[in-house]
């Protein structure tokens, strides 16, 4: 018997996952990646992931929320373990993604920001797609971007080493 919620496994004869508060299932549930940061982290685990932003957890953990409502499973990720940290500084977090889903998310941070501006009063234009630094602008919010940016200086987001 498995718990739908947690995904254990019990013994034969119990029907009810104390931690859970539910009923056991006969056989485990295809899991649903999005339903967790722990979910996705399993299905992305093993694959090629790049960063698209970068920040503290509580703002990289909202845009993963953005990503996961838009379908786009991400990962948050911290500096690597070799990497030296000036004193009196932070390491940095990054939110990863799957290297084929890059476009989907230029475009939901993309939407994401025009909705912002809306909400403000502010004037987008009408189909306006992201354009992913074809015209050295940042695809998220459009701010012009210097060739050798790693960084959108506007929004933050992350856009690889140059």
Same mark, same amino acid.
């Given at each position: 018997?498995?718990?739908p919620v947690c995904r +254990?496994?019990?013994?034969?004869?119990?029907?009810? $996952?104390? /931690?859970?508060?539910?009923?056991? *299932?006969? +056989?485990?549930? =295809?899991? #649903?990646?999005?339903? +967790?940061?722990?979910?996705?982290?399993?299905?992305?685990?093993?694959?090629?992931?790049?960063?698209?932003? *970068?920040?503290?957890?509580? @703002?990289?953990?909202?845009?993963?929320r953005v990503l996961s409502?838009?379908?786009? %499973?991400?990962?948050?990720?911290?500096?690597?373990?070799?990497?030296?940290? =000036?004193?009196?500084?932070?390491?940095?977090?990054?939110?990863?993604? &799957?290297?084929?889903?890059? !476009?989907?998310?230029?475009?939901?941070?993309?939407?994401?920001?025009?909705? !912002?501006?809306?909400?403000?009063?502010?004037?987008?234009?009408?189909?306006? &797609?992201?354009?992913?630094?074809? #015209? #050295?602008? $940042?695809?998220?919010? !459009?701010?012009?971007?210097? #060739? /050798? @940016?790693?960084?959108? %200086?506007? $929004?933050?987001?992350?856009?690889? @080493? +140059?």
């Open positions: 018997m498995y718990c +254990s496994e019990f013994l034969e004869g119990v029907i009810h $996952c104390a /931690n859970c508060e539910v009923d056991l *299932v006969g +056989s485990i549930p =295809d899991e #649903d990646i999005l339903a +967790s940061p722990e979910a996705m982290a399993r299905a992305l685990k093993g694959k090629e992931l790049h960063a698209v932003m *970068v920040g503290n957890h509580v @703002a990289l953990r909202e845009a993963q409502n838009d379908g786009i %499973p991400s990962v948050i990720s911290g500096e690597a373990e070799n990497t030296e940290v =000036d004193p009196g500084m932070h390491a940095r977090f990054f939110l990863m993604v &799957e290297a084929q889903r890059l !476009g989907d998310t230029a475009r939901s941070f993309h939407h994401r920001a025009q909705q !912002g501006l809306e909400l403000e009063g502010l004037m987008v234009g009408e189909g306006a &797609e992201p354009q992913l630094l074809a #015209d #050295d602008r $940042c695809p998220a919010c !459009g701010t012009p971007m210097a #060739d /050798n @940016a790693n960084e959108c %200086p506007e $929004c933050g987001l992350f856009l690889g @080493a +140059s």
